[in-house]
């Protein structure tokens, strides 16, 4: 049976190829996920069995959280790469065609996505929107699944740090870094039920013998999360946003008394 993630919120990121979308935002991403290449080949050539797998199928690949590219194409094509030489190596013929699901929000910009897909692409394309905190395609079905920095953002903010009376209430903050163990654990405990859906989606999907690779930003243990990085980084830009709304009555309010004289 077909399942669903009806509770999940979309927030995609900013389409198009203007000066403030992802496309010209998102190095930082690259960067890193080019770091780690050399760790998914080796990952590819020591853990996936492509032995076991059923000669004359294309060789399906989806990369979940896809956004809209480049940063998606390279990782394909690395991946297709690493692939393809496991086949040579062990001198399996014929290397298998391959087929690359894109996966986001419905809400993304696929177009653009699929406007800048690569010319010497060596694969068939398709485009598959939804959650991936749920599941995405047919029970053992994919030979190899792709998520790179998607996974660290929840299905949905947690209810209790919405609500006032709650002692997980986050007093107006947009993150939990320096926030009240209560908030914390809140959001411990959705990103506990997203991984669960995730994996257990996975599991379901993946053909035995197949491979799931995940990238996600973390932190030491011994780094409280006040002091991590990218937490200062979102406590900082929470303090932005709330001096941006604190300075809207005060507009509103000189445009008023412009109109009333």
């Not at 403030?20 to 770091?35: D, F, G, I, R």
């Not at 998914?40 to 896809?66: M, R, T, Y």
């Not at 068939?124 to 395609?137: C, E, I, N, Q, T």
């Not at 660290?152 to 903010?157: E, I, N």
Request: hydrophobic share 40%; glycine share 8%.
């Amino acid at each position: 049976m077909m399942e669903s993630n009806k509770s999940s919120q979309a927030y995609p990121m900013k389409g198009g190829d203007g000066v403030s979308s992802y496309t010209n935002n998102s190095s930082y991403q690259k960067s890193l996920a080019e770091v780690v290449m050399s760790l998914i080949g080796e990952a590819i050539a020591n853990k996936l069995d492509v032995q076991s797998f059923v000669g004359g199928h294309p060789f399906l690949i989806a990369d979940l959280g896809c956004s809209i590219g480049p940063n998606t194409f390279i990782a394909v094509k690395n991946i297709i790469n690493s692939v393809q030489l496991k086949y040579q190596t062990l001198k399996i013929i014929p290397t298998p065609e391959f087929q690359v699901f894109f996966n986001d929000h419905a809400s993304n910009d696929f177009n653009t996505l699929f406007k800048t897909l690569p010319s010497d692409k060596h694969y068939y394309a398709a485009g598959v929107p939804g959650s991936f905190y749920a599941r995405l395609f047919p029970r053992s079905s994919f030979h190899l699944i792709y998520s790179s920095f998607a996974l660290h953002w929840l299905s949905k903010v947690p209810d209790e740090v919405m609500e006032k009376g709650s002692p997980a209430w986050n007093k107006g903050r947009v993150h939990y870094g320096g926030a009240e163990e209560e908030v914390v654990m809140a959001y411990k405990q959705q990103y506990e039920r997203d991984m669960h859906g995730f994996l257990n989606a996975r599991a379901e999907e993946v053909v035995c013998g197949g491979l799931v690779v995940v990238l996600v930003p973390g932190r030491p243990n011994e780094v409280p999360h006040s002091k991590c990085i990218g937490n200062v980084l979102f406590e900082i830009l929470g303090c932005c946003l709330l001096e941006m709304a604190k300075e809207v009555p005060l507009q509103l309010n000189k445009y008023r008394l412009f109109t009333n004289n």
